[in-house]
């Protein structure tokens, strides 16, 4: 499910992720990140004072006066709580508004991609596994919430603190600074080593994770074909080994994640100890001390410096519990943007279609209403407008054409339609049937040569108008969750009820939806898993039938149907086909029998054309596929 | 619930136990090391000579190691001990899945298999991780540091008593008001990733019906609805920070404005500048722990949804099982159903079949008819037990089915399915599914039966050729005949083909038939089949239609007899006539 790891990262992910995010919240993301800093800033300070006060006890416990030290303390400890109320509130709405940004940046994230995606060309779906495409929208999008929510604001705040707590310790004493610095040298290489070897493994994870996936969905498909050859035994022995590479990755991972807590933090207590024989050392030996506040070695510097010593490496730590939720945030991040970047389909069409009015002289003009014609509406360089009534006549000229450059799946292939005309494809698997059909409604585009529809050639017409104008079966039935009125109705989203029903008489699907459980308001989950294979196809023709379309394209839309059903839903399909443009590609010869024309499509070449009677005297293909002496797919 | 969990540690019980006592171990240390650097301030703070300083200074290096060392310890048990809990999980649940027949698996959908034995193992993986590192270890911690905040501060440490309950009870407050939310928005989250791979593997019709603006504004909707969800819930958490944030200080402002007090006035008699540092390292870290527990507080009840997800896989058991004396024979390939009917689950309203009676003899070739629902695959699907009948009897052999040893019936019994599948992998390693120890001459001489040998021998690897996944390099019709070849190395009984010559042409189809008739004439053979032409020659045809036995007979007596199959042969009359 996963691409390989990528441990080097475009150089512009990081950035553009944080661009990303202060350009979705220009106003709350500075604000955010202002408080984080505040607070951050804050919580330093606070270390001043209380070394004020231990400096005031110092003073006076020896004498034991109260009355007088209360006076210094006070004033303290009044500051202290402002302080403190600040940090708070600074935490509380940075806390809110990280809250409020996360999703928001996330949901738009999602919105993103997913409107990018509506817009990626046919072959992007057809290039990618759908378990790939999906894992950008979970395990992406999960890593990119860590990244988000956890590691920045947390890295931001970590880093912040060490500044403040850094120049607050050269406000003490240089020395002492040098001696933490070479101690945070130590940790930042450790880290490093130690993090980075625990993202590797975590990236390894992933990948092994998609790799168990994949096996278990193989299996699960083909479950059945295990039963019946009992093959039990041998399929968990190969999971067993997939099984054990992903426990391996994931111990080691785990290991390295789990051992850099105490590495760091244990510096930290050596780095402590280091600090305080420092201190000691200096304060015996009365070396001079450097410092900003230029205040003389004492144990007034000694021991707060030594409580910033632990805060300090505590934020190191922090650091670098970070490492792997950045590295596997910005790899997601990477896929994200990988998607957002695909080519978009491209569509500089220009025709667009709108509901005509004829008049008796035979002038089209443009109106509003729904009136149950069409036109194509073809506006010209010089800005006059020409009106063209939609028909269905479409022209197929001289096309050759190649899902990639090596291969030419289609070669000179020239198909007339005329409106109302039936044309029919037969041919083996990879003859290139569908790939015609691909081409009509501009799934793909064409290499070489012109396909007009009504005159007009295809690719001035607006992608989305072009298809609006088509209807489409294919051979592979999906349908959407919800009732089976609502997916018939995404023929025509304002077809009313009475509309939708009749589309499904017409496609012999109502007798079927009325004994459902709760007839035409029957909830579909599961690409329509209750229903059975014929009758989930019987549902996608009521659906092109609602579409009321000029031009039909069937792509082996009836072969799910045994024949005694199909004989039913023939009368349909017949009456479905009355007066429209037809393109069948069918599988029983049966089906085609009756078509105006029969183009019978070998390795991309159209090798016979004619109607069936001719086909059958010429004795060639055709005859031999209808007498069963070749094989159909 | 909990304790099928634990049986699934096993081998991973002492890494487990391990940990638990390093860190147990790492905590007692770390409790002890304020303790130390107080008693160091102290010295440096009296003037002491550095060799004491360093003496003392000493003893925190060495506890630093040694607590390095419990850590990487309990660091790498850890990291075994979840692992290896999480591998074992999903080996039980994968081999639980593999004895599950076809009852169970129809109950979970085959996405949902896959996500509970991938993303709700590891959401378990990591609470058990939790568990085993901070369960202990907080209590641990907090009772540790509670003591010696009343050993080193007396009196002053009576700020936990209220400031510890006050926090505890905030914590609390804030998961249980969390919680529910965050549930509700993982139901909505799942459904709006089924919405999204329905649109991905129905991209066709989205843009066929140049749908994209309408999907991106019900997609728009749903995430934006998700989002104020989320959010809402999140915001609840966030809660989390500042509260624990008011705690921290207002035991630091205690702790300072009374121990201040307190050490002047008692001039230092009851408390010293030492203990106050010490009391605020131990206030901190008290309150550390119990953030931490409210975290796995949260995190167990996150998971909760997982385990519960996972524990309903564990738990099933599959509706077929061996009898308990099973026999290992089978005498003969006859077939009998006696008053059998069937449905796919209790609350189906519709049997799928009912009252089917059928006497097969051995050797026999039976076709069987019907339109799609009729119940062809249901019927056929009783013989090798994939289902078991709800009422009557299936007898192979003159003995039930369910008499006999699973294995043994369905080595006996060759099925070739509707929705045939190939694995990835070489040809010669698919068709030895069918039998292991076959010879290249077996392999050869089945594919030769099922008319396969011809094309396989035509591509470039042969045998070796690589099938991908789900068999898609090799063309409907050949998929078919590798999987026929396939079934026939198991030297089969009963051969059952449901449907599975339907993108094979009439001529092979036939050929197949005729080598059947020459090579296995002991094995009883079952033909589902939608064209009359591959079944007329047949010993006996069985027509079934809703469910139920409309006609049998053989071609010429159903011509003659049934209406239906008359109607079924015209319309197909045509191609199948000219043969």
């Given at each position: 499910?996963?691409?390989?790891?990528?441990?080097?990262?475009?150089?512009?992910?990081?950035?553009?992720?944080?661009?990303?995010?202060?350009?979705?919240?220009?106003?709350?993301?500075?604000?955010?990140?202002?408080?984080?800093?505040?607070?951050?800033?804050?919580?330093?300070?606070?270390?001043?004072?209380?070394?004020?006060?231990?400096?005031?006890?110092?003073?006076?416990w020896?004498?034991?006066?109260?009355?007088?030290?209360?006076?210094?303390?006070?004033?303290v400890?009044?500051?202290?709580?402002?302080?403190y109320i600040?940090?708070?509130?600074?935490?509380?709405?940075?806390?809110?508004?990280?809250?409020?940004?996360?999703?928001?940046?996330?949901?738009?994230?999602?919105?993103?991609?997913?409107?990018?995606?509506?817009?990626?060309?046919?072959?992007?779906?057809?290039?990618?596994?759908?378990?790939?495409?999906?894992?950008?929208?979970?395990?992406?999008?999960?890593?990119?919430?860590?990244?988000?929510?956890?590691?920045?604001?947390?890295?931001?705040?970590?880093?912040?603190?060490?500044?403040?707590?850094?120049?607050?310790?050269?406000?003490?004493?240089?020395?002492m600074?040098?001696?933490?610095?070479?101690?945070?040298?130590?940790?930042?290489?450790?880290?490093?080593?130690?993090?980075?070897?625990?993202?590797?493994?975590?990236?390894?994870?992933?990948?092994?994770?998609?790799?168990?996936?994949?096996?278990i969905?193989?299996?699960?498909?083909?479950?059945?074909?295990?039963?019946?050859?009992?093959?039990?035994?041998?399929?968990?022995?190969?999971?067993?080994?997939?099984?054990?590479?992903?426990?391996?990755?994931?111990?080691?991972?785990?290991?390295?994640?789990?051992?850099?807590?105490?590495?760091?933090?244990?510096?930290?207590?050596?780095?402590?100890?280091?600090?305080?024989?420092?201190?000691?050392?200096?304060?015996?030996?009365?070396?001079?001390?450097?410092?900003?506040?230029?205040?003389?070695?004492?144990?007034?510097?000694?021991?707060?410096?030594?409580?910033?010593?632990?805060?300090?490496?505590?934020?190191?730590?922090?650091?670098?519990?970070?490492?792997?939720?950045?590295?596997?945030?910005?790899?997601?991040?990477?896929?994200?943007?990988?998607?957002?970047?695909?080519?978009?389909?491209?569509?500089?069409?220009?025709?667009?279609?709108?509901?005509?009015?004829?008049?008796?002289?035979?002038?089209?003009?443009?109106?509003?209403?729904?009136?149950?014609?069409?036109?194509?509406?073809?506006?010209?360089?010089?800005?006059?407008?020409?009106y063209?009534?939609?028909?269905?006549?479409?022209?197929?000229?001289?096309?050759?054409?190649?899902?990639?450059?090596?291969?030419?799946?289609?070669?000179?292939?020239s198909?007339?339609?005329?409106?109302?005309?039936?044309?029919?494809?037969?041919?083996?698997?990879?003859?290139?049937?569908?790939?015609?059909?691909?081409?009509?409604?501009?799934?793909?585009?064409?290499?070489?040569?012109?396909?007009?529809?009504?005159?007009?050639?295809?690719?001035?017409i607006?992608?989305?108008?072009?298809?609006?104008?088509?209807?489409?079966?294919?051979?592979?039935?999906?349908?959407?969750?919800?009732?089976?009125?609502?997916?018939?109705?995404?023929?025509?989203?304002?077809?009313?009820?009475?509309?939708?029903?009749?589309?499904?008489?017409?496609?012999?699907?109502?007798?079927?939806?009325?004994?459902?459980p709760?007839?035409?308001?029957?909830?579909?989950?599961n690409?329509?898993?209750?229903?059975?294979?014929?009758?989930r196809?019987?549902?996608?023709?009521?659906?092109?039938?609602?579409?009321?379309?000029?031009?039909?394209?069937?792509?082996?839309?009836?072969?799910?149907?045994?024949?005694?059903?199909?004989?039913?839903?023939?009368?349909g399909?017949?009456?479905?086909?009355?007066?429209?443009?037809?393109?069948?590609?069918?599988?029983?010869?049966?089906?085609?029998?009756?078509?105006?024309?029969?183009?019978?499509?070998?390795?991309?070449?159209?090798?016979?054309?004619?109607?069936?009677?001719e086909?059958?005297?010429?004795?060639?293909?055709?005859?031999?596929?209808?007498?069963?002496?070749?094989?159909?797919? | 619930?909990?304790?099928?969990?634990?049986?699934?540690?096993?081998?991973?019980?002492?890494?487990?136990?391990?940990s638990?006592?390093?860190?147990?171990?790492?905590?007692?240390?770390?409790?002890?090391?304020?303790?130390?650097?107080?008693?160091l301030?102290?010295?440096?703070?009296?003037?002491?000579?550095?060799?004491?300083?360093?003496?003392?200074?000493?003893?925190?290096?060495?506890?630093?190691?040694?607590?390095?060392?419990?850590?990487?310890?309990?660091?790498?048990?850890?990291?075994?001990?979840?692992?290896?809990?999480?591998?074992?999980?999903?080996?039980?649940?994968?081999?639980?899945?593999?004895?599950?027949?076809?009852?169970?698996?129809?109950?979970?959908?085959?996405?949902s298999?896959?996500?509970?034995?991938?993303?709700?193992?590891?959401?378990?993986?990591?609470?058990?991780?939790?568990?085993?590192r901070?369960?202990?270890?907080?209590?641990?911690?907090?009772?540790?540091?509670?003591?010696?905040?009343?050993?080193?501060?007396?009196?002053?440490?009576?700020?936990?008593?209220?400031?510890?309950?006050?926090?505890?009870?905030?914590?609390?407050?804030?998961?249980?008001?969390?919680?529910?939310?965050?549930?509700?928005?993982?139901?909505?989250?799942?459904?709006?990733?089924?919405?999204?791979?329905?649109?991905?593997?129905?991209?066709?019709?989205?843009?066929?019906?140049?749908?994209?603006?309408?999907?991106?504004?019900?997609?728009?909707?749903?995430?934006?609805?998700?989002?104020?969800?989320?959010?809402?819930?999140?915001?609840?958490?966030?809660?989390?920070a500042?509260?624990?944030?008011?705690?921290v200080?207002?035991?630091?402002?205690?702790?300072l404005?009374?121990?201040?007090?307190?050490?002047?006035?008692?001039?230092?008699?009851?408390?010293?500048?030492?203990?106050?540092?010490?009391?605020?390292?131990?206030?901190?870290?008290?309150?550390?722990?119990?953030?931490?527990?409210?975290?796995?507080?949260?995190?167990?009840?996150?998971?909760?949804?997982?385990?519960?997800?996972?524990?309903?896989?564990?738990?099933?058991?599959?509706?077929?099982?061996?009898?308990?004396?099973?026999?290992?024979?089978?005498?003969?390939?006859?077939?009998?159903?006696?008053d059998?009917?069937?449905?796919?689950?209790?609350?189906?309203k519709?049997n799928?079949?009912?009252?089917?009676?059928?006497?097969?003899?051995?050797?026999?070739?039976?076709g069987?008819?019907?339109?799609?629902?009729?119940?062809?695959?249901?019927?056929?699907?009783?013989?090798?037990?994939?289902?078991?009948?709800?009422?009557?009897?299936?007898?192979?052999?003159?003995?039930?089915?369910?008499?006999?040893?699973?294995?043994?019936?369905?080595?006996?019994?060759a099925?070739?399915?509707?929705?045939?599948?190939?694995?990835?992998?070489?040809?010669?390693?698919?068709?030895?599914?069918?039998?292991?120890?076959?010879?290249?001459?077996?392999?050869?001489?089945?594919?030769?039966?099922?008319?396969?040998?011809?094309?396989?021998?035509?591509?470039?690897?042969?045998?070796?050729?690589?099938?991908?996944?789900?068999?898609?390099?090799?063309?409907?019709?050949?998929?078919?005949?590798?999987?026929?070849?396939?079934?026939?190395?198991?030297?089969?009984?009963?051969?059952?083909?449901?449907?599975?010559?339907?993108?094979?042409?009439?001529?092979?189809?036939?050929?197949?038939?005729?080598?059947?008739?020459?090579?296995?004439?002991?094995?009883?053979?079952?033909?589902?089949?939608?064209?009359?032409?591959?079944?007329?020659?047949?010993?006996?045809?069985?027509?079934?239609?809703?469910?139920?036995?409309?006609?049998?007979?053989?071609?010429?007596?159903?011509?003659?007899?049934?209406?239906?199959?008359?109607?079924?042969?015209?319309?197909?009359?045509?191609?199948?006539?000219?043969?």
């Open positions: 499910m996963n691409k390989p790891p990528k441990m080097k990262f475009k150089k512009n992910v990081f950035s553009r992720t944080i661009k990303m995010l202060f350009g979705y919240y220009p106003v709350l993301a500075p604000v955010t990140v202002f408080c984080i800093l505040f607070s951050a800033g804050i919580s330093a300070i606070p270390a001043i004072f209380t070394q004020k006060i231990i400096a005031i006890i110092e003073k006076w020896e004498i034991g006066d109260w009355q007088s030290a209360s006076k210094e303390i006070f004033p400890i009044g500051i202290l709580l402002g302080l600040a940090a708070t509130i600074s935490i509380a709405v940075y806390n809110q508004l990280m809250a409020y940004i996360t999703q928001g940046f996330l949901c738009k994230m999602r919105r993103t991609m997913f409107d990018g995606m509506q817009n990626l060309p046919v072959k992007y779906f057809d290039t990618n596994k759908h378990g790939d495409i999906m894992s950008h929208y979970t395990n992406d999008i999960d890593t990119l919430r860590q990244l988000v929510s956890q590691a920045l604001p947390h890295l931001l705040q970590s880093a912040a603190i060490v500044l403040c707590v850094l120049s607050v310790m050269l406000y003490y004493s240089v020395y600074t040098t001696v933490v610095i070479v101690g945070v040298i130590v940790m930042i290489n450790v880290s490093k080593k130690v993090g980075g070897g625990s993202a590797k493994y975590f990236m390894k994870q992933q990948q092994s994770i998609g790799k168990a996936e994949g096996f969905q193989e299996m699960m498909n083909g479950q059945k074909v295990v039963k019946v050859f009992s093959r039990e035994d041998e399929c968990e022995k190969q999971f067993e080994k997939i099984n054990n590479e992903l426990y391996e990755d994931s111990r080691k991972a785990h290991s390295f994640a789990n051992i850099l807590g105490p590495i760091i933090g244990n510096i930290g207590n050596i780095m402590y100890v280091l600090a305080a024989i420092a201190g000691g050392v200096f304060i015996l030996s009365g070396i001079r001390n450097i410092s900003i506040s230029g205040m003389p070695f004492s144990i007034s510097i000694v021991v707060p410096f030594l409580n910033m010593t632990k805060q300090f490496t505590g934020n190191i730590n922090q650091l670098s519990q970070q490492i792997n939720s950045v590295v596997m945030g910005l790899a997601g991040a990477q896929r994200i943007y990988d998607v957002m970047d695909e080519t978009k389909e491209t569509d500089e069409g220009y025709v667009t279609l709108v509901n005509a009015k004829v008049d008796e002289a035979g002038n089209i003009t443009e109106t509003d209403e729904r009136t149950g014609k069409w036109a194509w509406k073809h506006p010209h360089n010089d800005g006059t407008v020409t063209t009534l939609l028909m269905g006549d479409v022209q197929i000229t001289d096309v050759d054409f190649g899902y990639n450059e090596e291969k030419t799946v289609l070669k000179n292939i198909v007339y339609a005329k409106p109302g005309q039936q044309v029919a494809f037969v041919g083996a698997t990879g003859a290139g049937k569908t790939t015609i059909t691909n081409l009509i409604n501009r799934f793909y585009d064409i290499a070489d040569g012109k396909i007009r529809y009504d005159g007009i050639n295809i690719n001035k607006k992608k989305s108008d072009l298809r609006r104008s088509l209807g489409l079966v294919l051979q592979e039935t999906n349908l959407f969750s919800g009732t089976v009125m609502e997916n018939i109705r995404y023929g025509r989203l304002e077809a009313t009820d009475e509309e939708c029903i009749e589309a499904a008489k017409l496609a012999g699907a109502d007798d079927f939806i009325t004994r459902l709760d007839g035409y308001e029957t909830e579909l989950s690409n329509g898993a209750n229903l059975s294979q014929g009758q196809q019987l549902i996608s023709i009521a659906r092109a039938a609602v579409k009321d379309p000029p031009v039909m394209i069937l792509d082996e839309a009836t072969s799910s149907i045994d024949t005694h059903t199909e004989a039913i839903v023939q009368k399909m017949d009456k479905l086909m009355e007066d429209r443009t037809v393109f069948v590609i069918a599988h029983r010869l049966s089906t085609v029998k009756d078509s105006d024309v029969i183009m019978v499509l070998d390795k991309g070449e159209i090798i016979e054309r004619g109607n069936h009677e086909l059958i005297n010429k004795k060639g293909t055709y005859y031999q596929l209808y007498t069963g002496a070749f094989e159909l797919e | 619930m909990y304790k099928r969990f634990l049986k699934s540690v096993r081998e991973y019980k002492t890494p487990t136990i391990i638990l006592v390093f860190i147990t171990l790492e905590a007692v240390i770390e409790a002890l090391i304020p303790f130390i650097t107080a008693e301030v102290n010295k440096i703070k009296l003037g002491a000579s550095i060799r004491t300083v360093g003496n003392v200074g000493l003893i925190l290096l060495v506890l630093a190691m040694l607590s390095l060392a419990c850590g990487a310890v309990a660091g790498f048990a850890s990291a075994k001990a979840s692992t290896g809990f999480a591998k074992n999980l999903r080996h039980d649940i994968f081999s639980n899945i593999l004895k599950f027949s076809f009852g169970n698996v129809d109950k979970f959908s085959h996405t298999l896959v996500t509970r034995m991938t993303t709700d193992v590891v959401n378990v993986q990591m609470s058990f991780m939790m568990l085993i901070v369960a202990i270890r907080s209590p641990l911690m907090l009772i540790f540091s509670v003591v010696m905040a009343f050993i080193m501060g007396g009196k002053l440490a009576a700020t936990f008593v209220v400031i510890i309950p006050v926090l505890a009870l905030g914590l609390l407050a804030i998961s249980k008001k969390a919680m529910p939310a965050f549930r509700r928005v993982f139901k909505k989250y799942d459904k709006l990733n089924e919405s999204i791979e329905e649109n991905v593997r129905a991209m066709r019709d989205v843009k066929g019906f140049a749908r994209e603006e309408y999907e991106k504004k019900k997609f728009g909707e749903a995430a934006e609805n998700i989002r104020m969800d989320f959010t809402k819930a999140e915001r609840i958490v966030a809660l989390n500042p509260l624990m944030q008011i705690c200080y207002a035991n630091s402002i205690f702790v404005l009374f121990g201040s007090k307190l050490t002047i006035t008692s001039q230092g008699a009851l408390l010293d500048v030492g203990q106050i540092s010490a009391m605020l390292t131990y206030g901190m870290q008290i309150l550390m722990s119990l953030m931490m527990l409210s975290m796995i507080y949260v995190m167990l009840t996150m998971s909760a949804e997982s385990i519960k997800r996972i524990y309903e896989v564990l738990e099933e058991k599959s509706l077929l099982t061996n009898p308990e004396n099973p026999l290992t024979e089978i005498t003969d390939g006859s077939i009998k159903f006696n059998v009917s069937f449905k796919y689950s209790k609350k189906a519709k799928a079949l009912s009252d089917i009676n059928l006497d097969i003899k051995s050797g026999m070739t039976v069987i008819l019907g339109g799609t629902g009729s119940g062809k695959s249901s019927l056929v699907q009783l013989i090798p037990r994939l289902y078991d009948v709800c009422e009557g009897e299936v007898l192979v052999g003159g003995r039930d089915v369910r008499e006999y040893d699973l294995d043994t019936l369905r080595n006996s019994v099925m070739v399915l509707q929705k045939n599948m190939l694995f990835s992998g070489t040809i010669k390693e698919n068709l030895r599914w069918g039998n292991d120890e076959a010879t290249d001459e077996e392999l050869i001489e089945a594919c030769k039966m099922a008319q396969a040998h011809e094309f396989i021998e035509s591509f470039p690897n042969k045998y070796d050729t690589f099938i991908e996944q789900g068999g898609t390099n090799v063309s409907g019709g050949q998929r078919q005949r590798l999987c026929i070849a396939r079934a026939l190395l198991k030297k089969p009984k009963i051969l059952i083909l449901d449907d599975s010559t339907s993108a094979v042409d009439t001529k092979t189809d036939a050929l197949i038939r005729n080598e059947f008739k020459k090579f296995i004439p002991e094995t009883t053979k079952l033909i589902i089949a939608q064209r009359v032409s591959s079944v007329s020659d047949a010993d006996m045809i069985i027509l079934l239609d809703n469910g139920m036995v409309k006609a049998v007979g053989t071609h010429e007596e159903l011509l003659k007899t049934s209406e239906m199959y008359q109607e079924i042969y015209n319309q197909q009359s045509g191609g199948a006539e000219n043969e």
